[in-house]
């Protein structure tokens, strides 16, 4: 089993910035890509930020140029850097690790990121 806990969200103004971090643990060895979904109030979960084990990266284009993923194999932490956030990136981030060789992705509880002034 695979635990991630984000931590990180608050309230932050427009313009401004933000970092999350996600730890996880349990049977570390086992996981592969891992990133970064968030889902706003009425709207769908959506893709964020990926980053794969060999560190290729894959961001949405909302948030292309703005956001920043990183990890941290040392620490088996990863990090979503955000800059110039707008109020359309107030939603709840999730930070999320896939099972290498399956299909099984693992979730952590969320945490919440509202932008605005």
């Known amino acids: 089993q695979v635990q991630l806990v984000e931590s990180g969200g608050g309230l932050v103004q427009p313009g401004g910035s933000l970092s999350l971090s996600c730890a996880v643990s349990?049977?570390?060895?086992?996981?592969?890509?891992m990133g970064w979904y968030r889902q706003a109030p009425g709207k769908q979960r959506e893709l964020v930020a990926i980053i794969t084990n060999g560190d290729t990266t894959t961001y949405a284009d909302s948030v292309k140029g703005r956001a920043t993923i990183s990890r941290d194999n040392s620490k088996n932490t990863i990090n979503l850097q955000m800059n110039s956030l707008k109020p359309e990136d107030t939603a709840v981030y999730y930070c999320?690790?896939?099972?290498?060789?399956?299909?099984?992705?693992?979730w952590g509880q969320g945490t919440q990121v509202t932008v605005s002034s």
């Open positions: 349990g049977y570390i060895f086992s996981i592969g890509a």
């Open positions: 999320i690790a896939d099972r290498r060789y399956t299909t099984q992705r693992y």
